[in-house]
């Protein structure tokens, strides 16, 4: 009797096991906006009445910590646990030996635009879609900046300020106008150690904890002074004027106090609690921070009171890292076949408009983005930021990409904690690079 | 019957053998592998031989030093005061936990919490905009100091640490407390012996191996520490928070660089042989002595 029972047990768990392979597996990007946009995609999926049940798409997640680390580990072992696993700009060089590269519809660039699919390329291959695109705003609170620009005795101790501290009077100007000067004399003033009037704490917040994704939110004040890692001969272009300017910028502000001491071990999560308190001012953030800050059941204190623009410019004009994330074929897939029909549907408007208005942040052309425009006005700026003021950095999409960002979060933040000199630490910088980046 | 018990006892052992072989052996011979190789994802399986190149990587590296250094600072000093508040704690709380020992439960629970949660936690009590320490310093003295800035995040991570497994220390240092016969007190105590004398000539020579054992266990364990460091701080601003552990697991997953995360993986398991040697020694003289 116990035997049977085994047998059945057994059996019925084949019967389970070979049902799941027939599915199409997806590994998402879990806890947060995309996984509830990727769950909203693949009910609207399964529900299409020509989708084979053998196609249907059943999805998984795990945490998102280590979550690179744990899919490298994955896609290095061979596994065909899921068919389709996520992707990011930044690491698609280091998992394209596992991955397949794919032909979207040719009505693909309609919905997304070249450049937008150009954050899913590798060597000229696509690999995937892009579902969520993530760039760079200045967030600064509107109630201050007005004040700022309309009350003259703010305006003669901002001149003051910056004049002692910059060397040299300014007057304020409109976010959208900033240069780096403007930000820097704007953080100063709104720092209480340095202006005792100030009504925050802090004039920024800046995320400088030895973290890569913090690099990439710096690397806007490099590029905006025309940096780039390489030069097209494949050179290591990092000692330069530009790294030195945004290196010392960040410095000058954490020695000035305008950030709070603990930046240093600060990154997403951190900052947005210190902006969201109303403690700070400005700050130099992803764009997914804005509807949780502008959310009055989130932040009350700031919720309403808060403007974005692009970063400030510098002397190569104004700039934002940009990256996608989206999803694409491994190579070990079980259900090739069915995976492909859902990345292609994933590449149409319809699935598009799906995903955003569950909350995901594709950047979509203006005619893909017309019919849901109003539910999500946000992502009219996205598309237009990223077009007009988005980069990649030279050796950005390589298979060493992750290591590189690694290695200047080390250095840099090395330098700004004071423990090496900045010629020390973009000499290693340029070293380590050298090394992770020839050919 | 001399031969059948043999077999018999082949028999017996060679699960656990087979176990050891596969679980501990195998994994040792695929790291001496790649610790002699250049190896990353895309080639993990056609590793390529480059000799001790991975070794002399990770012995030329400053940053391998550097957190070398950091770990066996932070496991000598958590130790220390792991295994000292224990004692403390023992020997004051012993009247107490006599009479209420479910009292002992309450002072386990920090343990039983994950480290990664317990950095987690702190991480929140200690930023400056929604903890409660920064609010209580801001509030009653006006400013509140960089908890895990550069200056102070050594010192914070170890009374973290400590704070979390000082309860392992105090409940065996209790234990062996306890376990000592009164009569040996009553013995002293009748002699003439004062409390500080009985605790000196008495409690704490019967402790001894107690207190020598505790303080190796809670040194591995902090010396190896990942969880609550890397939740806390990472590697810390220019890597000054990694620890051998954070070293290896950054220049594995985070580098690709699986040789030399490997050779220096490798190196610790020779210093951790050559300290075990030495205990082990050493306590086979004490053995001998004794008896």
Redesign the interface.
């Known amino acids: 009797m116990t035997i049977a029972r085994l047998a059945s047990a057994l059996l019925a768990a084949c019967a389970l096991s070979s049902a799941a392979q027939a599915e199409v597996t997806v590994l998402g990007w879990p806890g947060g906006p995309e996984e509830s946009a990727l769950r909203e995609a693949a009910n609207a999926y399964n529900a299409k009445g020509d989708v084979a049940e053998a196609d249907k798409v059943e999805l998984i997640f795990f945490n998102r910590d280590g979550f690179w680390d744990k899919l490298q580990t994955d896609l290095a072992a061979g596994s065909g646990e899921f068919d389709l696993n996520l992707l990011a700009t930044y690491a698609i060089g280091r998992y394209a030996p596992f991955m397949e590269p794919v032909m979207l519809p040719d009505t693909a660039p309609q919905v997304f635009g070249e450049k937008v699919l150009t954050t899913m390329q590798f060597d000229g291959a696509q690999y995937g879609v892009p579902t969520d695109l993530s760039l760079h705003f200045m967030y600064f609170r509107k109630d201050l900046i007005d004040q700022l620009l309309s009350d003259p005795a703010w305006q003669e101790r901002y001149k003051e300020i910056s004049a002692e501290k910059l060397g040299q009077a300014m007057t304020p100007v409109r976010p959208d106008q900033w240069t780096w000067n403007d930000y820097q004399a704007t953080t100063l003033f709104f720092t209480k150690s340095v202006n005792p009037d100030s009504p925050t704490r802090y004039g920024t917040v800046l995320q400088m904890k030895n973290l890569l994704f913090n690099i990439m939110v710096w690397h806007s004040t490099v590029r905006s002074n025309g940096g780039d890692w390489m030069d097209e001969e494949g050179n290591i272009t990092v000692d330069s004027a530009a790294f030195r300017e945004g290196l010392e910028l960040y410095k000058n502000l954490y020695d000035e106090g305008t950030t709070p001491k603990d930046s240093l071990t600060y990154e997403f999560a951190e900052a947005n609690a210190a902006f969201g308190s109303g403690q700070v001012a400005t700050m130099l953030q992803w764009n997914a921070a804005f509807p949780d800050l502008n959310d009055p059941a989130k932040a009350p204190t700031v919720a309403g009171k808060i403007g974005t623009v692009a970063p400030p410019a510098g002397e190569a004009g104004r700039f934002t890292h940009i990256h996608g994330l989206g999803l694409g074929l491994n190579k070990a897939a079980q259900n090739k076949e069915g995976a492909v029909k859902f990345l292609n549907w994933l590449a149409t408007a319809e699935a598009m408009q799906v995903y955003a208005k569950a909350g995901g942040a594709p950047a979509l052309t203006a005619q893909a983005l017309q019919p849901i425009a109003e539910q999500r006005p946000d992502l009219a700026q996205l598309g237009d930021y990223a077009g007009q003021y988005g980069f990649v950095m030279n050796g950005g999409a390589s298979a060493k990409a992750l290591s590189v960002y690694e290695l200047q979060a080390e250095q840099f933040t090395g330098y700004w904690a004071g423990q090496k000199s900045l010629d020390e630490a973009l000499a290693a910088t340029a070293e380590g690079m050298a090394g992770l980046l020839k050919k | 019957m001399q031969c059948a018990l043999a077999r018999d006892g082949r028999i017996l052992v060679a699960p656990l053998t087979i176990f050891l072989l596969a679980m501990l052996g195998l994994p040792l011979v695929v790291d001496l592998i790649y610790s002699v190789s250049a190896v990353e994802?895309?080639t993990?399986l056609s590793p390529e031989f480059v000799g001790l190149a991975n070794y002399a990587s990770a012995l030329s590296s400053e940053?391998f030093w550097r957190a070398a250094w950091f770990s066996l600072r932070f496991g000598l000093l958590c130790a220390t005061a792991q295994v000292l508040i224990g004692l403390f704690l023992a020997i004051f709380l012993e009247p107490l936990l006599a009479r209420r020992p479910w009292l002992m439960a309450f002072l386990m629970l920090p343990m039983m919490v994950a480290p990664a949660l317990v950095g987690l936690m702190y991480?929140l009590v200690?930023?400056?905009?929604?903890g409660v320490v920064p609010w209580f310093m801001f509030t009653y003295v006006g400013d509140s100091?960089?908890?895990?800035?550069?200056d102070n995040?050594f010192k914070t991570l170890v009374v973290v640490e400590v704070l979390q497994w000082t309860p392992f220390a105090l409940l065996i240092l209790y234990s062996a407390y306890v376990s000592i016969p009164a009569d040996v007190r009553e013995a002293a105590a009748i002699d003439g012996a004062g409390t500080w004398r009985r605790l000196v000539s008495i409690d704490l020579p019967l402790m001894g191996p107690a207190i020598g054992a505790t303080f190796f266990i809670r040194f591995i364990d902090s010396f190896r520490v990942f969880d609550n460091v890397y939740t806390?701080?990472?590697?810390?601003?220019?890597?000054?928070t990694a620890t051998m552990s954070i070293w290896v697991y950054?220049a594995f997953?985070?580098?690709?660089d699986i040789g030399r995360a490997v050779a220096a993986s490798m190196l610790l398991l020779a210093a951790s042989w050559l300290v075990l040697s030495v205990v082990h020694r050493l306590s086979q003289r004490r053995a001998g002595a004794s008896a």
Do not use: D, W, Y
């Open positions: 994802f895309a993990i940053s991480r200690l930023h400056e905009f929604v100091p960089s908890f895990l800035g550069p995040a806390l701080t990472g590697a810390g601003a220019g890597g000054s950054e997953f985070k580098s690709g």
